[in-house]
């Protein structure tokens, strides 16, 4: 079983749809994190949360939320999806406690908004 | 500038040969970097992680890193055509309030062919 599970692994909809991609973690990872990522542009980072209670926008929150629902939980939202955001999601854990702590990616959501 | 730059490549090797990947980045006080390994359409994987200046061997794969020039690189000895992936520099980057985050850079893509 993946220690990184992320639900859906594929969906389309369409525009002006409220969708939520969820992430689930059995690793006992207190950080988590939401990317997107597109042709050209590499990994950008959408929201992360350090905890529970923590919740921080990361360089491309807008259009997006979040919500920490339990520690080995993060789901992130699209209020109303735009095609623009067509691209494939990430989630991704970490740990704390030391500066050198790298981050584990889930599988994957292909996103497709028409 | 970029925070983490990498060559976006195509970069072709032939199989057996050194495959060698750099990446640069911005931000002086970074103490922590990663390699990580994307096959198309897959999550990022982690390979290597570098934390002093100088070098760090795991198998065919070697690390090597200089803080004064801010530089980091990727060799891959004996290239296979498994190999053949896109390669993304992720480098630790400080914020406010002693948090910490993982930047991206937009990754290179190897071709190895046999």
């Known amino acids: 079983d993946a220690d990184v599970t992320q639900t859906p692994r594929n969906r389309i909809t369409k525009t002006g749809k409220r969708i939520m991609l969820e992430c689930s973690q059995t690793k006992g990872h207190d950080r988590m994190y939401w990317y997107r990522q597109d042709p050209g542009l590499g990994l950008r980072l959408i929201y992360y949360s350090f905890d529970v209670k923590d919740i921080n926008k990361g360089e491309i929150s807008d259009g997006y939320s979040v919500s920490r629902q339990a520690q080995a939980k993060f789901s992130l939202s699209l209020e109303s999806a735009i095609p623009n955001q067509t691209a494939l999601y990430f989630c991704?854990?970490?740990?704390?406690?030391?500066?050198?702590?790298?981050?584990?990616f889930g599988d994957g959501t292909r996103l497709s908004i028409l | 500038q970029k925070e983490v730059e990498q060559n976006s490549g195509p970069l072709s090797v032939p199989e057996g040969a050194i495959a060698s990947l750099n990446c640069t980045y911005s931000d002086r006080g970074s103490q922590s970097f990663f390699w990580y390994r994307q096959y198309s359409g897959k999550s990022p994987e982690l390979i290597m992680s570098?934390?002093?200046?100088g070098d760090k061997e795991d198998g065919r794969f070697t690390a090597q890193l200089n803080k004064a020039s801010q530089y980091v690189s990727l060799l891959i000895r004996d290239s296979q055509p498994s190999d053949s992936a896109t390669y993304l520099c992720?480098?630790?980057?400080?914020?406010?309030?002693?948090?910490?985050?993982?930047?991206f850079g937009q990754g290179t893509r190897l071709t190895i062919n046999p």
């Open positions: 991704a854990t970490s740990n704390s406690g030391t500066a050198d702590q790298p981050q584990h």
């Open positions: 992720a480098v630790n980057k400080f914020e406010i309030q002693g948090a910490q985050k993982l930047v």
């Open positions: 570098i934390y002093s200046n």
